[in-house]
């Protein structure tokens, strides 16, 4: 595989985790946004997912990088 | 209910960082599309578990997430028969015994395979369909995007057409199969993670799957079902009368489980074409059965919403109601109304790019298939033979962009004509009915003849419009619904089991059909060339994977007892 697309995917779900994890964080004070949610902070909650799919991803890629140059 | 919604900054910085990373893929994969096959193959070196997501990512295009849950709301858990049974059998199926053909014959497309197996003309037939069916499938998608975009953004109908289709061009043209894999890939996660959160904050909010069930009962009962019409997949089958959609457990079983199923999951390039692109025929065969395993799951995420919008808008306190759209509910609103009513800005930006992923991975599916079979089966073998491969490669690229161009014009008269579009798939559904009795004959019965299998297809597609056209839905009030000969004969209780019907009927056809003829014609391909396309003349292959559990017979024994399990549990 010339490129490993384990690590696009992996960057991407980190930018995208991270973003909506601060987003969420510092709207936590705004019970008006979260009411459609059912009062649940759904982009903090989305955004930890994300990152740790993302983070998973990377490991991965970056494993099978090392394995590869050894 | 006001469906419109504004996006904050972050919802389009979703949007953004996603584009960005679509055409990065394209970008990175540039400089290794050095030959054709690079370009419209992918090169054969990609592996299993890449090509399996994106085998159904591919699928998993806009109109079918927004289509299934429009049935998840309109039918109800029934509508999981399009993948327990309507899909599952027929990928186990193409994984172990069909994939073998497929990729060892090296065939660059499905249409090259038939050439190889029959003759020039029924390669010809079922590369002009196809060409043509592919790009309007992804026309009719386009139109459904931007009408969406519209609607919900109020953002302009061309400005949404040239902004998606723009995309799509560039991370194709540039990575051509292999871009749109990858991508298919990265699509698939996004799709899943953006409509996860829908799936969970509808169920809390209804109260769980009980919540869910209870109130999905009244409404069964208010229509005069059982309980359980809308939360249960066989029980309710039993009579075509006993659930909304008007079928029973045989048309399921035959028309939508074996004949559509089938003809669809086994013989369609856009599908068929990521496990040939796999690096070796293990993980050719793997691709289906590794896609298989998340299939299954895929109701969960978009039927389920569909059957909560339903119970929410039954529920006259939910502040939640599907809007009217002449004398019923317009079912097609069900995913965008649930993400403007769950979704606060940040998720609301997550969710709508998943859609647009969804819209993407399904319309580059059908560019890349396009432009194989123009430039290979068309092009190659019809208009240019002979010519080196760089002139190839540039067809295909050419071919990538012409595609797309005619896409948009299909998506502009889509939006003209509506009954054009009707008309057009209903052609292809004739076309296609009949498909699969041509391969099963081809590649399990060696006396099939290439007269045989040409003219096997014509009666099967003659047959499917012969009982389209003497056949009726109830309450049907156009003629593109059926009963155009003049007489009807048979009045069906919904359009989908005429639909299942008219596929038994163009299978049995073209089944009938094809052995007759093969057997008064004589055998026009030699010993030597049947070999590895005829199932009696290939060697048994070996798996090459060592242990027992990576073999594509324990993955597929694996999937079986999934699916059975899942049946089941919502029996």
């Known amino acids: ?70 | 209910m006001d469906i419109s919604f504004s996006l904050g900054w972050v919802d389009y910085l979703i949007m953004i960082i996603y584009f960005v990373f679509v055409l990065g893929i394209g970008f990175a994969l540039k400089r290794y599309m050095k030959s054709s096959a690079d370009f419209l193959t992918g090169g054969k070196s990609i592996p299993a578990w890449i090509t399996g997501l994106a085998f159904i990512s591919t699928n998993l295009g806009a109109l079918e997430v927004m289509g299934m849950a429009a049935s998840g709301a309109k039918y109800g858990m029934i509508t999981t028969h399009f993948y327990w049974i309507g899909a599952i059998p027929a990928m186990i199926f193409l994984g172990l015994f069909m994939m073998p053909f497929y990729y060892g014959s090296k065939a660059r497309s499905v249409p090259e395979y038939l050439k190889m197996r029959f003759d020039e003309k029924t390669r010809g037939f079922n590369a002009v369909s196809f060409a043509i069916m592919t790009i309007f499938a992804s026309g009719i998608s386009m139109y459904a995007l931007a009408m969406l975009m519209e609607t919900l953004l109020g953002w302009n109908f061309t400005f949404s057409i040239f902004i998606s289709a723009l995309i799509v061009l560039v991370y194709t043209y540039l990575g051509g199969l292999k871009s749109a894999i990858y991508n298919e890939v990265l699509q698939f996660f996004l799709i899943v993670i953006g409509f996860l959160p829908l799936v969970f904050l509808g169920l809390i909010s209804i109260g769980g799957w009980e919540g869910l069930t209870s109130q999905l009962a009244e409404v069964a009962t208010s229509h005069g079902y059982a309980a359980g019409a809308y939360t249960e997949t066989w029980s309710p089958v039993a009579n075509s009368s006993d659930n909304p959609m008007g079928v029973d457990w045989f048309g399921i079983f035959m028309g939508l489980g074996f004949v559509l199923s089938f003809g669809y999951w086994c013989t369609n390039f856009l599908v068929v074409q990521r496990a040939m692109a796999a690096g070796s025929m293990s993980a050719a065969r793997k691709t289906p059965l590794i896609g298989a395993l998340p299939k299954m799951f895929i109701p969960f995420l978009v039927i389920v919403p569909g059957m909560i919008a339903m119970a929410l808008t039954s529920d006259p306190d939910s502040g939640f109601a599907l809007p009217i759209k002449g004398n019923s509910y317009d079912y097609d609103k069900v995913i965008p109304m649930m993400l403007g009513y769950y979704f606060p800005t940040g998720v609301l930006g997550l969710g709508l790019t998943a859609l647009m992923a969804s819209f993407m991975s399904g319309m580059a599916g059908n560019v890349t298939a396009f432009n194989t079979v123009w430039t290979y089966d068309i092009y190659q073998s019809y208009i240019n033979p002979d010519k080196s491969d760089k002139h190839y490669l540039r067809v295909g690229q050419m071919a990538t962009v012409f595609g797309i161009l005619v896409s948009i014009g299909a998506a502009y008269m889509a939006a003209l004509f509506n009954n054009v579009m009707d008309f057009l798939q209903l052609i292809f559904a004739f076309i296609n009915a009949p498909l699969f009795a041509t391969f099963l004959l081809g590649m399990f019965w060696r006396r099939t003849t290439g007269h045989g299998a040409f003219f096997g297809l014509l009666s099967g597609t003659a047959a499917a419009a012969i009982h389209h056209g003497l056949t009726q839905p109830y309450g049907a009030v156009t003629l593109i619904k059926g009963g155009w000969l003049g007489t009807v004969v048979h009045t069906y209780p919904s359009e989908m089991a005429q639909n299942f019907w008219t596929a038994i009927f163009a299978f049995f056809a073209c089944l009938a059909m094809t052995i007759i003829i093969s057997l008064l014609t004589k055998q026009n391909k030699t010993k030597d060339e049947l070999k590895g396309l005829v199932y009696s003349l290939t060697p048994r292959i070996k798996d090459e994977s060592k242990r027992w559990y990576q073999r594509p017979e324990f993955l597929a024994v694996i999937v079986g007892i999934i699916a059975v399990v899942l049946s089941i549990i919502f029996w």
């Open chain 1, 1 to 70: 595989m010339e490129v490993d697309i384990r690590l696009p995917i992996g960057l991407m779900f980190t930018l995208l985790g991270l973003l909506l994890l601060i987003f969420g964080i510092t709207t936590e004070a705004d019970p008006e946004l979260y009411k459609r949610s059912l009062e649940i902070n759904v982009n903090f909650w989305s955004g930890l997912i994300m990152l740790v799919f993302g983070g998973l991803m990377l490991v991965f890629a970056l494993r099978a990088k090392k394995s590869k140059t050894k």
